[in-house]
Nanobody
Framework: QVQLVESGGGSVQAGESLRLSCAVS????????MGWFRQAPGREREGVAT????????????YYAESVKGRFTVTRDHARSTVSLQMSNLDPEDTAMYYC??????????????????WGQGTQVSVSS
């Protein structure tokens, strides 16, 4: 059984930075994607960023939601089965519960929640103005 554990959430002021980390353990079939989603109260879960690794070339590519491009950076460590999200210039609109997830479908690069099979419990990020 796959387990994902997030860490690094917290409360910051607008313009500050946070780094989230996620460790994956247990049985892990090939994971096309390791990425991050977020969900604010009253809103749907949305994809934030993911690292997609092609099976044939083993080349990894990062994908981002438009709202975080240029501010967030996602990195994946294949050897350690971890994925991190460096968040800079945070805005109150970034306030949400952030979830780590792994995708076993090649479509996971499009950041659709339905293409992700395993999820962490979430870590809260709160940004005040």
């Amino acid at each position: 059984q796959v387990q994902l554990v997030e860490s690094g959430g917290g409360s910051v002021q607008a313009g500050e930075s946070l780094r989230l980390s996620c460790a994956v353990s247990g049985y892990t079939p090939f994971m096309y994607c390791m990425g991050w989603f977020r969900q604010a109260p009253g809103r749907e879960r949305e994809g934030v960023a993911t690292v997609y690794t092609a099976t044939v070339t083993n080349v990894s590519t990062s994908y981002y939601a438009e709202s975080v491009k240029g501010r967030f950076t996602v990195t994946r460590d294949h050897a350690r089965s971890t994925v991190s999200l460096q968040m800079s210039n945070l805005d109150p609109e970034d306030t949400a519960m952030y979830y780590c997830a792994t995708g076993a479908s090649s479509r996971c690069r499009f950041l659709g929640p339905s293409d992700y099979a395993a999820w962490g419990q979430g870590t809260q990020v709160s940004v005040s103005s």
